[in-house]
């Protein structure tokens, strides 16, 4: 049973524009969100966290926000460059564990 | 500085061989993470280290699957007798902290891609 799921399996922007990558999650336990970017044949590079008693987490053209009521988060990817075409994988883990628990992915396409 | 390096990068295995896969995280990261991604889904745990003793191996598909990190440092995963669904991408990532709080970010290698034929 999927716990975290990425409803989006490819997203196309042009470059410029904002890009929103959306993921759900099931687990009320789940308290610390990460998002992680993965080119072909190399392992997943960490790019920005939020935990669960913040809504929103900036990091230069990168922010995460948090809806706990509605059990989702998003990346927002602003202004969208082509080197962030990629894959975007959401994760949680819940502080009581260890494990993070991903999303399918979402592969990212900025047109130039 | 050095990342999260594992080899070998790309194995082929027959049907029923034994393989082993090889981890060698950051520099003093207490925690070690084996994850297995299947084509087209994201990563799922598979083990986890503390130092040298495995804390959680709740992730192991199945008693063919074997995990060791003897001195705290490296660390194998070792498949016996391969099945043609053990064909994965192996991923290991390491955290500077004990990660036993979930919150600790971690750092993945490139992975293994395992091909069993």
């Known amino acids: 049973d999927q716990q975290v799921k990425q409803n989006s399996p490819s997203l196309s922007v042009q470059e410029g524009r904002i890009s929103i990558l959306n993921c759900d999650y099931t687990n009320s336990m789940f308290d610390y969100f990460l998002w992680y970017k993965k080119y072909p044949a190399e392992g997943p590079t960490f790019l920005i966290s939020?935990?669960?008693?913040?809504d929103k987490n900036e990091d230069g053209r990168f922010t995460v926000f948090l809806n706990k009521s509605a059990k989702h988060l998003s990346l927002h990817i602003v202004p969208s460059q082509p080197g962030d075409s990629a894959v975007y994988f959401c994760?949680?883990?819940?502080?009581?564990?260890?494990?993070?628990?991903f999303g399918t992915g979402t592969s990212l396409t900025v047109i130039p | 500085g050095a990342g999260v390096s594992q080899s070998p990068r790309y194995k082929v295995a027959k049907r029923g061989q034994d393989v082993a896969l090889r981890c060698d995280p950051i520099?003093?990261?207490?925690?070690l993470f084996w994850y297995q991604q299947a084509l087209g889904q994201g990563p799922e745990f598979l083990t986890y280290f503390q130092n040298e003793a495995q804390l959680d191996k709740s992730g192991l598909p199945s008693d063919r699957f074997f995990a060791e990190r003897p001195e705290g440092s490296v660390s194998t995963l070792k498949i016996q007798r391969t099945q043609q669904e053990d064909s994965a991408v192996y991923l290991c990532?390491?955290?500077?902290?004990?990660?036993?709080?979930?919150?600790?970010?971690?750092?993945f290698g490139p992975g293994t891609r395992l091909t069993v034929l």
């Open positions: 520099s003093g990261h207490v925690s």
């Open positions: 990532a390491s955290s500077f902290n004990a990660g036993d709080d979930g919150t600790d970010t971690q750092y």
């Open positions: 939020i935990s669960s008693i913040k």
């Open positions: 994760a949680a883990s819940a502080s009581t564990g260890n494990q993070f628990y």
